[in-house]
């Protein structure tokens, strides 16, 4: 019930769900006390309703969105209370008096100055806006000088409307003392201060301040990529959410043995981008992209089929790949826009003949298996549910419900409720953990609106599991061992950079100040390690747990689990890198044989139906090994899907980007085209 209050409110924490409801309910009693008249009612709610306003700005909660979008945003808000002030005034027998007109003329003329405030945030943001934006490149030839300080634009409306609070509180003391005077040196306050801020905003308009223009901005990146030469790049658009396609990515970047250049297209995914010390460039416009002097380029790697590729695969120079972000068996893994690429690089043998099967105009010639790079840090062997006295944990990860209908999609609609429940209620305990994908719910509602009922009963289950007096015990006997781990959560979370900073408007600063040495990236992987592992020291290792956000990642939730539940997707293809029991559901109703045939991954799992009756095999599995009968089926499995264990996926990786470089440069030589300063390293 909570939770459901909590995504109503648009707050995600108590303290959240609290400012909220002190702000919303400030402005009848303000209402009330003005009417009454009370200047000490009046000033007291009017603080709540400061203080709350600030805390849900500070917090940046997604109740403030629905606000806007009702009418009722930051300037209506303040624009209330002054005219609440107004009305006290009046109800205390001050409407005849100058003052009172006096300061209707004042807040008329407040809001009138706010017109150039923002008009010089918008320019002072347009003149700080390079045409790309850089992480881990070295700026200082450019070069950017210093915009205004982040005290003065950091949430700049908010700010200026602040500037108010001297002569609402002066019009409070005209009340409270009986005398005019009072209003007007909050009048004074207010204006000196607003009119300071405009003044401290104008400094920073000077040509000095701006860096160079989007011309000169190109021609120096030009001269930058043919000075660090980058032979490998890794192309990626797409929506907020799908940063993580990209993100997974990165590691294998840094480790290959060719110079890597990631390049974006949109400045979203950029504050999103996962830590890294490889140069990284986002350019959003289309033309400013097709007018850079690539040449030196020998690989585009591409994770993700979107129309946008279209930009860097018009350059013959170099050889295209599709990598995708996941192998499986899904309809996405056999589109035929990868025709478009000169190579498509697959796992293991699966999709080789996955492509050859769909039969939509991929070569085999042109596939080539490197494995997948990514898969090094998921563990292998028997889950931490074969520790004694633990219970097994299960992960449901299910996929998001598709572009299409296909009720093979997704489980959530049709088996979601019944697996989870089944698990909940098991004779069997078991703990669950719940990671739905992030686009749950983006294109067919209903997926929501399971996702939620979903939630729900988890909470449930996981407070009646605290009210069992077996796992209250359990939870006395751990609870200073979880408050040292929520500490260490608490600490971390200070320590880490904040993403407004990253995200912050002033652009230009930004890139050129993010620039991560090996040894920050190397502490900052050492802080992800010590938060992963503090979190799941956080809770009980019987307490079922809903994880929705980015962390703990996918991957960090396979080696928590001891089996998995999940679609056809590419979960389950990396799962089975653990060699762990996993189960697929088969929601269009195929039957398992036909399932099996159509779907490679699933050859050694546990088929549920929509009623997930089957998961009791899966259960017997986990906590009688001997028991299970497909183990030696997924170890089969593994090799074809995902290829051997030597040479290692990322060997196979670098040398297939060697010898498509070469290939690439071989081509430019035919073509006249050749760069005498290109190295290229054959396998």
């Not at 007291?44 to 709350?52: E, H, I, M, N």
């Not at 301040?209 to 030009?222: I, N, Q």
């Not at 033309?287 to 994770?303: E, F, K, Q, T």
């Not at 088996?415 to 429940?421: F, H, L, Q, S, T």
Request: aromatic content about 8%; proline content about 6%; glycine content about 6%.
């Amino acid at each position: 019930m909570r939770g459901v209050l909590y995504r109503l409110a648009g707050v995600t924490t108590g303290a959240e769900l609290a400012a909220a409801l002190v702000t919303v309910l400030s402005y009848p009693l303000m209402l009330g006390a003005a009417l009454l008249p009370s200047a000490t009612g009046f000033a007291v709610t009017a603080a709540f309703s400061y203080l709350g306003d600030h805390y849900l700005h500070r917090r940046g909660v997604y109740l403030l969105v629905r606000m806007g979008k009702a009418r009722v945003g930051l300037s209506i808000r303040f624009l209330i209370r002054q005219l609440l002030v107004v009305l006290l005034l009046a109800r205390c027998d001050w409407a005849g008096e100058t003052v009172f007109s006096t300061a209707v003329v004042a807040f008329l003329v407040f809001y009138a100055l706010q017109a150039p405030h923002t008009g010089l945030i918008m320019v002072m943001r347009r003149k700080r806006r390079l045409p790309i934006a850089t992480r881990n490149i070295d700026l200082s030839t450019l070069p950017v000088p210093n915009g205004a300080p982040r005290w003065l634009t950091h949430r700049a409306v908010e700010k200026a409307l602040h500037t108010e609070l001297p002569l609402t509180l002066g019009l409070l003391g005209v009340i409270w003392a009986d005398d005019a005077r009072w209003g007007y040196a909050g009048m004074l306050a207010t204006f000196a201060l607003l009119l300071g801020y405009l003044v401290a905003l104008a400094a920073f308009l000077r040509p000095s301040r701006f860096p160079p223009g989007p011309e000169r901005t190109l021609e120096w990146f030009d001269e930058w990529l043919r000075a660090h030469r980058p032979t490998v790049a890794l192309y990626f658009s797409g929506s907020k959410d799908s940063a993580y396609q990209v993100n997974m990515w990165l590691d294998t970047m840094e480790k290959l043995e060719a110079k890597p250049l990631v390049i974006l297209r949109e400045r979203a995914i950029l504050s999103r981008l996962a830590t890294t010390t490889v140069p990284v460039v986002c350019v959003p416009s289309a033309v400013d992209l097709m007018n850079m002097d690539l040449s030196m380029l020998r690989v585009g790697l591409y994770p993700a089929n979107v129309g946008k590729n279209l930009h860097l695969l018009r350059v013959p120079t170099m050889k295209h790949v599709f990598i995708g972000h996941g192998d499986s068996d899904k309809i996405a893994s056999i589109n035929p826009y990868a025709k478009a690429y000169d190579e498509v690089w697959t796992a293991g043998r699966a999709g080789r003949d996955r492509y050859a099967l769909a039969d939509v105009g991929v070569r085999d010639e042109d596939i080539v298996e490197v494995g997948r790079p990514q898969l090094a840090t998921i563990a292998t062997g028997a889950g931490p549910g074969a520790a004694p006295g633990r219970i097994p944990t299960i992960l449901y990860a299910p996929t998001w419900e598709g572009w299409t209908d296909d009720p093979g999609n997704t489980s959530l609609l049709l088996a979601g409720e019944n697996i989870v429940r089944r698990l909940l209620t098991s004779e069997r305990p078991v703990r669950l953990l719940y990671k739905p994908h992030p686009f749950t719910g983006s294109r067919n509602p209903e997926a929501g609106v399971v996702h939620r009922r979903i939630v729900a009963m988890i909470a449930e289950a996981a407070a009646a599991r605290a009210a069992d007096p077996r796992w209250a015990a359990e939870a006395d006997r751990t609870a200073e061992e979880r408050a040292r781990a929520q500490a260490v959560l608490r600490r971390i979370e200070e320590e880490r950079p904040g993403l407004s900073q990253l995200a912050f408007w002033d652009d230009a600063s930004v890139s050129r100040d993010a620039l991560t040495p090996p040894e920050e990236a190397a502490e900052e992987a050492r802080r992800d390690r010590e938060w992963n592992d503090a979190y799941w020291r956080s809770a009980g290792w019987w307490e079922h747990r809903v994880i929705t956000g980015p962390e703990p990642q996918l991957f960090d939730c396979f080696n928590e689990s001891d089996a998995l539940v999940s679609d056809i997707s590419s979960v389950v293809s990396d799962f089975i890198a653990s060699g762990k029991p996993y189960a697929v559901t088969d929601s269009a109703a195929l039957g398992a044989e036909e399932f099996k045939r159509q779907n490679t991954a699933v050859r050694a799992a546990v088929i549920l139906s929509n009623e997930a009756a089957e998961l009791e095999e899966l259960l017997t599995a986990v906590t009688v090994p001997e028991a299970d009968p497909l183990a030696h089926d997924r170890l089969e499995l593994k090799r074809y899907l995902l290829g051997p264990d030597e040479p290692t996926s990322l060997q196979r990786f670098n040398a297939a980007i060697a010898a498509l470089a070469a290939r690439a440069e071989a081509r430019n030589r035919a073509q006249g085209e050749a760069d005498p300063a290109a190295v290229v390293r054959a396998p």
